[in-house]
């Protein structure tokens, strides 16, 4: 007489080819989702110097000058969440006198931004990420654009 086999759940080698299998995807798809969190917070210190360049064409505006703004807005980003990866700082030595500036968003260090390098603004709405993290902006930098 013959018996009837009901097999209930699966073998051990189905269940580690499923587990292999998730595992390659995860390796290949970890590195990009990585790299995708890592490039909305540039854009979020891109975006906070926008709005910190903003903040100091209106200041001018009103004051006729640079001087004293201080406080004008957020210095560190993102500005509407509790942890932040970017400090803003305005790079001109002295704002009494200025009629230019360099605006910079620097990682903060020990966040997973950290070795990101830093992005400027400046005066004339030019954009530069200095990738290698140098503090110098050169050719082999690259623009907001291709970052």
């Given at each position: 007489m013959y018996r009837i086999s009901t097999?209930?759940?699966?073998?051990l080698i189905e269940l580690l080819v499923v587990v292999a299998?998730?595992?390659?995807?995860?390796?290949?798809?970890?590195?990009?989702?990585?790299?995708s969190v890592k490039h909305s917070r540039r854009l979020d210190?891109?975006?906070?110097?926008e709005g910190?360049?903003?903040?100091?064409?209106?200041?001018?505006?009103e004051n006729g000058t640079y001087a004293n703004a201080v406080d004008i807005y957020p210095m560190q980003t993102p500005i509407d969440s509790g942890t932040k990866y970017y400090d803003l700082a305005v790079v001109t030595e002295d704002l009494t006198a200025a009629t230019e500036y360099i605006l910079r968003a620097k990682?903060?260090?020990?966040?997973?931004?950290?070795?990101?390098?830093?992005?400027?603004?400046?005066?004339a709405n030019q954009r530069s990420w200095d990738e290698d993290g140098n503090e110098n902006i050169s050719d082999t930098d690259k623009d907001w654009d291709r970052g």
């Amino acid at each position: 007489m013959y018996r009837i086999s009901t097999r209930r759940g699966f073998t051990l080698i189905e269940l580690l080819v499923v587990v292999a299998i998730v595992a390659v995807i995860g390796a290949i798809a970890y590195p990009s989702y990585a790299d995708s969190v890592k490039h909305s917070r540039r854009l979020d210190a891109m975006s906070g110097l926008e709005g910190l360049a903003l903040a100091l064409a209106r200041y001018h505006t009103e004051n006729g000058t640079y001087a004293n703004a201080v406080d004008i807005y957020p210095m560190q980003t993102p500005i509407d969440s509790g942890t932040k990866y970017y400090d803003l700082a305005v790079v001109t030595e002295d704002l009494t006198a200025a009629t230019e500036y360099i605006l910079r968003a620097k990682p903060i260090d020990g966040t997973s931004q950290e070795g990101d390098g830093s992005i400027e603004l400046n005066y004339a709405n030019q954009r530069s990420w200095d990738e290698d993290g140098n503090e110098n902006i050169s050719d082999t930098d690259k623009d907001w654009d291709r970052g």
